[in-house]
């Protein structure tokens, strides 16, 4: 299958979706919007690795293969050094949000500052460190995008390469492209 653009159509509906994408690139949104329309079940997957306090739940990788071994789901592809491919071996789409890189930071930016200010609950009673962590932690969230902003695309290349005859992957490069795949294949404007 080969690697499809916003406005190509997609072969069926798809069964189980990753999106993948940096740190702040929308996988939540999109794997949200999927799932409501597509009437998919979805996890979201950062809030299952951590408890309260963000101590590591034991229960995380088993969680995650149990979602996965069902036949009808979307969710993010992340924690792939901790999840191998419990994921994407099973996936049958990928909608990968392949985003400039000051757009990525500006949402994960923005998003962060937000939460933080607002002290947004997140996981299990989690909220966002304070702000000046970033210049202490190195994986701090807005580190961690920037330092892995090439992971997602080298992620999806390798899964062509090994899965490209079972596997549709959609490169969605920019809001105003995902809006329109969102317009084209959801039903649905998201502009």
């Known amino acids: 299958m080969p690697l499809l653009n916003w406005d190509d159509t997609l072969p069926g509906r798809p069964r189980r979706v990753l999106v993948a994408g940096v740190s702040g690139s929308g996988k939540t ?11 998919l079940p979805r996890v979201e997957l950062d809030a299952l690795p951590h408890g309260p306090d963000w101590q590591p739940r034991q229960t995380f990788v088993a969680e ?5 071994a069902q036949p009808r789901w979307v969710t993010e592809w992340q924690f792939t050094t901790r999840l191998g ?6 996936a049958d789409c990928v909608l990968w949000l392949d985003h400039p890189r000051h757009l990525v930071m500006r949402q994960v930016i923005g998003r962060t500052v937000a939460r933080r200010v607002q002290r ?16 202490t932690d190195r994986d701090h969230v807005i580190r961690w995008a920037w330092r892995t902003f090439g992971g997602p695309g080298a992620r999806v290349r390798t899964l062509l390469e090994r899965r490209g005859h079972d596997v549709v992957v959609v490169r969605l490069r920019g809001r105003r492209q995902v809006t329109r ?11």
């Open 29 to 39: 949104t999109l794997a949200a919007l999927v799932a409501r329309s597509w009437q």
């Open 64 to 68: 995650v293969e149990a979602f996965a």
């Open 85 to 90: 491919d419990v994921l994407h071996s099973r």
């Open 120 to 135: 947004e609950p997140l996981w299990n009673g989690n909220i966002e460190p304070p702000l000046r962590t970033v210049f």
């Open 181 to 191: 795949w969102a317009g084209h294949n959801l039903g649905e404007d998201h502009g």
